[in-house]
């Protein structure tokens, strides 16, 4: 990196040069597109920004190392640079996590008190009777009174009762530690959607790229 007037004094020596061609002072160059030279060595690209959808399956921990040697998410996604989960999910959940080389968005999306509503699908036993009313009842986590999250009882089955819950913050273990709180254990937890992003299809394990489409909405949360 150099400073502007350093890099103007390049430029009027003439030993820049962009595609091939000698710059001037009010030439455009775009350091993701344009080759860009400076004494005939070309300057480093910048990578350019992706943006990626990761079913995680369970037994996968969201941290990019582990030390001891558990399994992590980011190795099953090869899509030749280097990206890094937006939040996380625990060892023992599953379902929608984003990935990017982003940092700024990252940093934006990450930020308890930003972002958009996340939906889990939940699998718990325990008091069913007015569970979808204590769930909903606000509580504080580290210190922090949580917004009061949207609730439904989807149905019940022979494993437990499945709940659609949507909470607007991303305290650790969050979802886990309310129905905890609501006197509820937790046997599977899933997420399904993440603002106007939906796992929809995605087979667990697999990943993909946003649609230009789907990245126009994480820009906006």
């Not at 582990?66 to 992590?72: A, C, I, L, P, Q």
């Not at 909903?136 to 022979?158: A, F, M, N, S, T």
């Not at 530690?177 to 939906?198: D, H, N, P, Q």
Request: proline share 4%.
């Amino acid at each position: 990196m150099t400073s502007r007037r350093a890099a103007e004094e390049l430029i009027k020596q003439g030993r820049v040069r962009v595609n091939g061609r000698v710059s001037t002072l009010g030439d455009c160059a775009d350091v993701t597109t344009d080759t860009i030279e400076i004494d005939g060595k070309a300057l480093p690209t910048a990578p350019k920004h992706v943006y990626i959808m990761l079913n995680k399956p369970r037994g996968y921990i969201t941290t990019l190392s582990d030390e001891r040697g558990r399994k992590t998410a980011a190795q099953l996604i090869d899509c030749g640079t280097r990206v890094y989960p937006i939040g996380r999910l625990d060892c023992d959940s599953e379902g929608l996590l984003l990935f990017t080389n982003d940092g700024a968005l990252a940093q934006k999306l990450m930020h308890p008190h930003g972002g958009a509503g996340k939906v889990y699908e939940v699998t718990a036993i325990g008091q069913l009777d007015g569970a979808e009313e204590r769930l909903r009842k606000p509580i504080v986590l580290d210190g922090y009174r949580i917004r009061p999250p949207q609730v439904r009882l989807l149905h019940e089955e022979d494993s437990g009762a499945v709940f659609e819950i949507t909470i607007f913050e991303g305290r650790n273990r969050q979802v886990r530690r309310m129905f905890e709180a609501a006197g509820l254990r937790v046997k599977r937890l899933r997420r399904v959607r993440e603002g106007a992003l939906s796992l929809g299809t995605l087979p667990s394990g697999s990943w993909r790229y946003l649609s230009k489409e789907e990245i126009a909405q994480i820009c906006k949360f």
